[in-house]
């Protein structure tokens, strides 16, 4: 049987990753929806179990959510069908890192979930960078306290909201272009937001770097992390399981 279930809810999607032997098995994603039932999500999650050739059961349970509407049912699911108590990640718990922002509770628990997985993989000053529906940037400081971030609109909400709200722009992947300069609209829309996004991490990096006062290591995490690491000067690591790794050392330590 599987050792651990973690579960990070975010705001469009939720991910569920299954802990075994020392590796993440298994990830899941499945989009966010507060009209979800605890029966229609372990169908689902049953399914992801079988297809992947693994005993529908775990051992542990733990969850890092920003959708407070989410919480009851996956509490409901857990018990229903795993037996177990499902274990929350927020601002306020024990989870050793010490937290100067305020208040400290509004801290998003994958924020938190990301500095313990970071500050377990490299040394402080640190920033993480998480590219999701928003993209945070997450600061601990020399001395290992989280002393707050940026929030940032998610490249994919931007990119959403410009195409929707004009008519003749089409709708692009988000990959980067071969130059800067744009020689078709969809060129042009690629390089903008692509080269314009990573300047954008890249000056905010360097705006905490120097009120830090230190150079820090930057890592990103998220769904698309991977795209903007060789388009980042400042980036120097992708870690897609981080926020995971963080709900995992949390959950080990009680």
């Not at 279930?5 to 975010?10: E, P, Q, S």
């Not at 080269?195 to 890592?219: M, P, Q, S, W």
Request: aromatic share 8%; hydrophobic share 45%; with cysteine.
């Amino acid at each position: 049987m599987p050792s651990l279930l973690a579960i990070d809810v975010g705001n469009s999607h939720t991910v569920f990753g299954v802990y075994q032997e020392g590796r993440w098995v298994a990830t899941w994603r499945h989009r966010t929806d507060i009209e979800s039932t605890e029966d229609e999500l372990a169908a689902w999650l049953k399914s992801m179990f079988d297809l992947a050739g693994m005993e529908f059961g775990v051992r542990r349970a733990v969850c890092a959510s920003v959708v407070p509407g989410m919480d009851a049912v996956l509490t409901s699911l857990v018990s229903r069908y795993f037996g177990l108590q499902l274990k929350f990640l927020r601002g306020d718990s024990n989870h050793g890192v010490p937290v100067d922002y305020t208040p400290p509770t509004s801290v998003g628990a994958d924020r938190i979930a990301n500095a313990i997985g970071g500050l377990a993989i490299a040394p402080a000053p640190l920033i993480v960078v998480d590219l999701g529906t928003a993209t945070t940037f997450d600061v601990i400081d020399g001395t290992g306290k989280y002393t707050g971030g940026a929030i940032l609109t998610g490249i994919g909400t931007s990119l959403q909201s410009l195409v929707s709200r004009t008519a003749k722009l089409p709708a692009i992947e988000l990959k980067a272009p071969a130059t800067a300069i744009g020689k078709t609209t969809i060129h042009s829309i690629e390089s903008g937001m692509m080269f314009g996004y990573a300047g954008a991490i890249d000056a905010l990096v360097h705006r905490i770097e120097k009120e830090l006062g230190a150079k820090a290591t930057v890592l990103t995490t998220g769904g698309l992390g991977g795209v903007f690491l060789d388009l980042c000067e400042r980036i120097d690591r992708y870690e897609p399981m981080l926020t995971l790794d963080g709900l995992r050392l949390f959950d080990e330590m009680s």
